[in-house]
């Protein structure tokens, strides 16, 4: 059963409809809750997003007290990137002067204000087979992506990235696994339950692609 879980991640996406999926000779996967969400630019300006999908979580059950933490940051960073750099096109640069996060945060509130377009879909599921579970989430901005491949690269190379990649360093050291899809405006990310990190490191091949 150790290898059922690493599938959990690219076949999820098969379950939303029926609420099962048997892939190969694994265990039937089974979806025990779902919940989706998308905002647009009025609500993205006046929403508190991350704590209102932390309380979802946490009413429909995560089944791990501990995971709320890391949910927490998870879901911030996911949140952060969207906005930030998919919708407002701000560049982490800013904030490597000496007041650079107060810039940083000064153009955010500018840019923000002045944002009329712009979408971020959410979708957290948990899913679970016989042995292991996981929270799946699932984001998606409207924005024009990001070079995804290049900042992997630098990470998985130990390049510096203290311009860019921080946040994606994080989400990757604390899930179990994680993928961006197409030009980056997506991004898959399993969180265990139990924190057993190898139980997840396998993202979906081929999810669905969220309506």
């Known amino acids: 059963m150790q290898n059922n879980l690493q599938e959990c991640c690219h076949t999820v996406a098969q379950t939303h409809e029926t609420g099962t999926s048997t892939v190969g000779g694994c265990a039937t996967l089974q979806v025990e809750w779902m919940f989706q969400l998308k905002l647009t ?40 990137n969207a906005l930030d750099h998919g919708l407002l096109k701000l560049d982490s640069a800013l904030k490597n002067s000496r007041d650079g996060l107060e810039r940083y945060l000064e153009e955010r509130a500018a840019r923000l204000g002045r944002m009329e377009q712009g979408e971020i879909y959410f979708r957290l599921r948990k899913v679970a087979d016989q042995s292991r579970q996981c929270i799946k989430i699932d984001v998606r901005d409207s924005g024009a992506g990001f070079n995804h491949e290049g900042v992997l690269f630098r ?19 604390m899930s179990g696994a994680m993928r961006y899809i197409g030009n980056g405006s997506e991004v898959y990310v399993c969180l265990p339950i139990g924190g057993v990190l190898g139980g997840c490191n396998k993202v979906m091949q081929h999810p669905a692609n969220p309506k």
Request: hydrophobic share 40%.
């Open 155 to 173: 990470l998985s190379h130990s390049v510096d990235h203290a311009h860019h990649g921080r946040g994606i360093a994080l989400v990757r050291s």
């Open 41 to 80: 630019s009025w609500q993205l300006k006046h929403t508190d997003v991350v704590p209102l999908l932390l309380h979802v979580v946490n009413k429909l059950g995560s089944g791990d007290e501990k995971l709320s933490g890391k949910l927490f940051l998870v879901l911030s960073e996911l949140f952060n």
